[in-house]
């Protein structure tokens, strides 16, 4: 199994080092930043299965930025590890995307068994995504609709995986080239166009589900 990737958020360089060095120890590896600023090009770059983040940041609330990334489509699971204590504040936490907070000054056992917990959580997830009556099975590869096999290729396959994990966001030409396409050497635009056509005619024939919707001029919505 590939090593999970950690990214750390927290402007306390004392706080950052013992984190670092606790997850590495324990067999991840680990992104370290004190504060927001290139947050967005480290999750489009880099593999990253959970975050641990502070919410008393320079320039921004922790929690207040992470409703801003769960709002662009960012999904990564999220640990609130802040000196914000009181009950109120937790239930903020969790309102704004969070799915687990520890409290400062933490445990560094309780703190390595909830990284584990939340990871074991989203993994098993993880294998299985599903959106209105699209399941993806990641463990076979397959999508099925209402528990129909649909035959796709691995284009096809790579294209409406990236629809289904972004729903309700648009999704330029040029974003689904970098995502889906990738090194290939055939990533002009109309190709987005005519991938796409033949996508809607594998799982949606007759047009009756309308998944797939194109916003002219700038790209298509999963919805």
């Known amino acids: 199994m590939n090593k999970r990737t950690i990214l750390i958020v927290d402007d306390e360089e004392d706080i950052l080092d013992l984190l670092d060095y606790t997850l590495v120890s324990e067999g991840y590896d680990v992104i370290t930043c004190v504060n ?20 008393n940041l320079p320039g921004v609330e ?8 769960r709002s662009e489509g960012y999904n990564q699971p999220v640990i609130y590890v802040s000196a914000k204590n009181l009950s109120d ?18 445990n560094i056992n309780e703190l390595k068994a909830r990284v584990k917990a939340l990871l074991r959580r989203t993994q098993k997830s993880e294998n299985i995504l599903k959106y209105r009556d699209i399941t993806y099975n990641a463990a076979n590869k397959t999508f099925t609709i209402d528990a ?31 995502r889906v396409w990738k090194d290939s050497f055939n990533k002009q635009l109309k190709t987005v166009n005519v991938a796409i056509k033949r996508l809607k005619e594998h799982i949606d024939p007759d047009g009756s589900k ?14």
């Open 36 to 55: 927001t600023s290139n947050i967005r090009d480290i999750l489009d770059e880099e593999d990253i299965s959970l975050i641990l983040m502070d919410r």
């Open 62 to 69: 922790g929690s207040m930025f992470v409703e801003s990334i």
């Open 89 to 106: 504040d937790i239930v903020e936490g969790f309102e704004r995307g969070g799915d687990d907070y520890i409290t400062k000054p933490f």
């Open 148 to 178: 129909q096999s649909v035959k796709l290729t691995t284009l096809e396959r790579d294209l409406l995986l990236e629809f289904i994990k972004n729903p309700n966001i648009l999704l330029s030409r040029e974003a689904l080239l970098e």
């Open 210 to 223: 309308n998944y797939i919707q194109a916003v002219r001029g700038e790209g298509y919505i999963f919805c």
